[in-house]
């Protein structure tokens, strides 16, 4: 395992489960039914175990965009070209796409990173980290070596602490680049066992004989690569991304500084299975804001046991749905700090 990354897992402590158990209780004492407020109270409870803190703050949200490019376009598995990536990364640096909007509503920290697009980027404020133009077409040779997937991870991690030292409380990670369904698929199928059919969807909009297209350029690619389930650097170094190995990082050092993580959707969920298969105490910290309508979602989903926050059919990306989940983080907060308790307002408690 490179330095980097077991260096940054050994940071890693375990979410605070007492500090969840005296959430739990205070939030009996509050004026409601117990449990009445569902999946909120359940939030207020994780985000006690993350901070260590009943009574928490998750605002200012840090946005973190990273893009790259993937040789396995080549393949015509994507309804856009690979220039559509610099085309986008040059749309966040303007403030027009669908992240900045979001991130503008929450009064995010927005920041985006090249970690690997396919050309020159000559947009202001774009971070340059750029580890290799785009990955290499993984149907002929592995996407990228381990020690670019290591340089990848660690443009991750100081994102995130650019993002920490900028006084961010929550970390909303997300990605830019056309294939990287494809590579998220690859990914998924090898680290669940799953048949690549059952994990491939649509993604930008193909069509239903492009989706079959795109099922055989993955199993193709898991023939002549064949990665190994047990070694998840392996795997993305295999199939994987640039953006899904900075993500990765973006998670290992967002848990080292106990900073709560909204996951996204398809792409982000992979890469969080990726980090929770290196360092299981992740998966404390992962908070997860919607479902994509990407076929491989719910697979990863259930891989990590997690149920998320919203269902709105997306499938954009960027890290959109999980900026919209958000706002429930400040609502829990608001719920742990102005709500009265039974005593404080004179309301006669249950009985049992």
Same mark, same amino acid.
């Given at each position: 395992?490179?330095?980097?990354?077991?260096?940054?897992?050994?940071?890693?402590?375990?979410?605070?489960?007492?500090?969840?158990?005296?959430?739990? &209780?205070?939030?009996?004492? !509050?004026?409601?039914?117990?449990?009445? !407020?569902?999946? *909120?109270?359940?939030?207020?409870?994780?985000?006690?175990?993350?901070?260590?803190?009943?009574?928490?703050?998750?605002?200012?949200?840090?946005?973190?965009?990273?893009?790259?490019?993937?040789?396995?376009?080549?393949?015509?598995? =994507?309804?856009?070209?690979?220039? %559509?990536?610099?085309?986008?990364?040059?749309?966040?640096?303007?403030?027009?796409?669908?992240?900045? /909007?979001?991130?503008?509503?929450?009064?995010?920290? *927005?920041?985006?990173?090249?970690?690997?697009?396919?050309?020159? *980027?000559?947009?202001?404020? %774009?971070?340059?980290?750029?580890?290799?133009?785009?990955?290499?077409?993984?149907?002929?040779?592995?996407?990228?070596?381990?020690?670019?997937?290591?340089?990848?991870?660690?443009?991750?991690?100081?994102?995130?602490?650019? @993002?920490?030292?900028?006084?961010?409380?929550?970390?909303?990670?997300?990605?830019?680049?056309?294939?990287?369904?494809?590579?998220? =698929?690859?990914?998924?199928?090898?680290?669940?066992?799953?048949?690549?059919?059952?994990?491939?969807?649509?993604?930008?909009?193909?069509? =239903?004989?492009?989706?079959?297209?795109?099922? #055989?350029?993955?199993?193709? &690619?898991?023939?002549?690569?064949?990665?190994?389930?047990?070694?998840?650097?392996?795997? +993305?170094?295999?199939?994987?991304?640039?953006?899904?190995?900075?993500?990765?990082?973006?998670?290992?050092?967002?848990?080292?500084?106990? +900073?709560?993580?909204?996951?996204?959707?398809?792409?982000?969920?992979?890469?969080?299975?990726?980090?929770?298969?290196?360092?299981?105490?992740?998966?404390?910290? +992962?908070?997860?804001?919607?479902?994509?309508?990407?076929?491989?979602?719910?697979?990863?989903?259930?891989?990590?046991?997690?149920?998320?926050?919203?269902?709105?059919?997306?499938?954009?990306?960027?890290?959109?749905? #999980? /900026? +919209? @989940?958000?706002?429930? *983080?400040?609502?829990?907060?608001?719920?742990?700090?102005?709500?009265?308790?039974?005593?404080?307002?004179? %309301?006669?408690?249950?009985?049992?």
């Amino acid at each position: 395992m490179p330095d980097i990354v077991s260096e940054w897992i050994c940071r890693i402590q375990p979410v605070e489960r007492e500090a969840g158990e005296a959430a739990h &209780a205070y939030l009996d004492t !509050l004026t409601k039914p117990p449990g009445s !407020l569902g999946t *909120l109270e359940s939030l207020a409870i994780q985000l006690s175990e993350i901070t260590g803190h009943t009574r928490f703050e998750p605002s200012p949200p840090g946005v973190v965009v990273f893009a790259a490019d993937h040789g396995v376009a080549a393949e015509a598995v =994507s309804a856009f070209p690979s220039e %559509v990536t610099a085309q986008m990364v040059t749309n966040f640096a303007q403030g027009g796409a669908a992240i900045n /909007v979001f991130a503008r509503q929450v009064r995010a920290r *927005l920041e985006v990173v090249d970690v690997g697009v396919g050309s020159d *980027l000559h947009a202001p404020g %774009v971070v340059d980290a750029k580890v290799r133009r785009g990955t290499a077409n993984m149907v002929h040779q592995d996407a990228m070596t381990r020690e670019e997937a290591s340089t990848a991870i660690s443009a991750g991690i100081e994102a995130v602490t650019r @993002a920490a030292e900028a006084g961010c409380k929550t970390l909303i990670v997300g990605e830019m680049g056309i294939a990287n369904t494809t590579a998220s =698929s690859a990914m998924l199928a090898v680290l669940t066992g799953q048949p690549v059919a059952d994990v491939v969807g649509l993604g930008t909009g193909i069509t =239903s004989a492009q989706q079959m297209h795109k099922v #055989a350029v993955i199993e193709r &690619a898991l023939a002549a690569r064949q990665p190994d389930a047990c070694d998840p650097l392996g795997v +993305l170094s295999s199939v994987g991304g640039l953006e899904i190995a900075a993500m990765t990082g973006a998670y290992l050092a967002s848990a080292a500084y106990r +900073l709560p993580i909204i996951v996204d959707g398809f792409i982000a969920t992979v890469a969080a299975l990726t980090v929770c298969r290196l360092c299981p105490a992740v998966r404390g910290y +992962l908070i997860f804001g919607h479902r994509s309508q990407e076929a491989g979602h719910q697979v990863a989903l259930d891989a990590l046991q997690a149920k998320p926050l919203l269902d709105m059919q997306m499938r954009l990306g960027e890290g959109t749905g #999980a /900026v +919209l @989940a958000f706002p429930l *983080l400040r609502a829990a907060s608001a719920m742990m700090v102005e709500m009265a308790t039974f005593s404080d307002a004179g %309301v006669s408690n249950a009985s049992g």
